[in-house]
C-alpha cells in the first residue's frame, strides 16, 4: 500500500514562506507524475503544482507561478512545496497525491482524479 505523509505546514503571516514535505513509501517517486493540491473551507480541491518524472516536468497553476516551487529527492522518495511570498488566500488544507499511469508527461496538470494515492494533508494558515 502506498502511503504518503506529508509535513511543514503551519501559520504564517503573509509575505512569509513554508515548505512542504511529502514522502512517499514503496514505490519510486522518480516514476510519477506527484502533485500538491489544496483545499479551503467550501471550495473544491484546487491542483497547485505538480512535477512528472523527476522533474522533466512542471505544472502551476497561475495563482502560484512565481511564488512556489516544487522539486524532489529522488534518493529520499520526497517531494517539496517551497512557498514563498504566501497571502491569505493561499490558506486551505494542502494534500500530496501521486500517479503510476502515465506512460508520457501529462500536456496539462492532470486532473485530480488521475491521482490514486493521496496523503492525510498538512494545513496551511497565512494572516494578514
Known amino acids: 500500500q502506498v502511503q504518503l505523509v506529508e509535513s511543514g505546514g503551519g501559520s504564517v503571516q503573509a509575505g512569509g514562506s513554508l515548505r512542504l514535505s511529502c514522502v512517499a513509501s514503496l514505490y519510486t517517486i522518480s516514476s510519477a507524475c506527484m502533485g500538491w493540491f489544496r483545499q479551503a473551507p467550501g471550495k473544491e480541491r484546487e491542483g497547485v503544482v505538480a512535477?512528472?518524472?523527476?522533474?522533466?516536468?512542471?505544472y502551476y497553476v497561475d495563482s502560484v507561478k512565481g511564488r512556489f516551487t516544487i522539486s524532489q529527492d529522488s534518493a529520499k522518495n520526497t517531494v517539496y512545496l517551497q512557498m514563498s511570498s504566501l497571502k491569505p488566500e493561499d490558506t486551505a488544507m494542502y494534500y500530496c497525491?501521486?500517479?503510476?499511469?502515465?506512460?508520457?508527461?501529462?500536456?496539462?496538470?492532470?486532473?485530480?482524479?488521475?491521482?490514486?494515492?493521496w496523503g492525510q494533508g498538512t494545513q496551511v494558515t497565512v494572516s494578514s
Open positions: 497525491a501521486a500517479s503510476w499511469r502515465f506512460t508520457r508527461a501529462p500536456m496539462t496538470f492532470p486532473p485530480t482524479e488521475d491521482f490514486g494515492y
Open positions: 512535477i512528472y518524472s523527476g522533474g522533466s516536468v512542471t
